[in-house]
Nanobody, 126 residues
Framework: QVQLVESGGGLVQAGGSLRLSCAAS????????MGWFRQAPGKERELVAA????????YYRDSVKGRFTISRNNAENTVSLQMSSLKPEDTGVYYC???????????????????WGQGTQVTVSS
C-alpha cells in the first residue's frame, strides 16, 4: 500500500494561483505514476494531470494545459500541482492518487489508481 497526504488548496480569486502537494509513503518503489483528480459538486471525478514515476512524463487534460504543471521529487516521494490562471470551473475537491498497476494505460484511468489521498478543497471565486 501507498499512503498519501495532501496539502495546499484553499480559496483564491479567478486568475490567481495555488500549489497542491502530496507526500507518498509505504510501497513507493512500486509506483508507476502519480496523478491529481478533481471532483466538482454534482460531477464525476476527473483526471487533471498525471506523471510517470520515476520518469516524469506528464499528461494534462485539455482544460488545464498551459495553466497547470505537475512535478515530482523522487528523492522525497512528493508530487505537486502548480495551478495558475485559475478559473471558477477549476473549483472542486482535488485528490492525489497513486498508480501501481503494471502495464496500465496512458493516461491512466481511475480504476488503475490504487491509493488515494483524503482530498483538499480548491475554490476559485469569480
Amino acid at each position: 500500500q501507498v499512503q498519501l497526504v495532501e496539502s495546499g488548496g484553499g480559496l483564491v480569486q479567478a486568475g490567481g494561483s495555488l500549489r497542491l502537494s502530496c507526500a507518498a509513503s509505504g510501497r513507493t518503489f512500486s509506483l508507476r505514476a502519480m496523478g491529481w483528480f478533481r471532483q466538482a459538486p454534482g460531477k464525476e471525478r476527473e483526471l487533471v494531470a498525471a506523471i510517470t514515476w520515476p520518469g516524469g512524463y506528464a499528461y494534462y487534460r485539455d482544460s488545464v494545459k498551459g495553466r497547470f504543471t505537475i512535478s515530482r521529487n523522487n528523492a522525497e516521494n512528493t508530487v505537486s500541482l502548480q495551478m495558475s490562471s485559475l478559473k471558477p470551473e477549476d473549483t472542486g475537491v482535488y485528490y492525489c492518487a497513486a498508480d501501481r498497476t503494471s502495464g496500465g494505460s496512458w493516461p491512466p484511468v481511475s480504476s488503475e489508481f490504487n491509493s488515494w489521498g483524503q482530498g483538499t478543497q480548491v475554490t476559485v471565486s469569480s
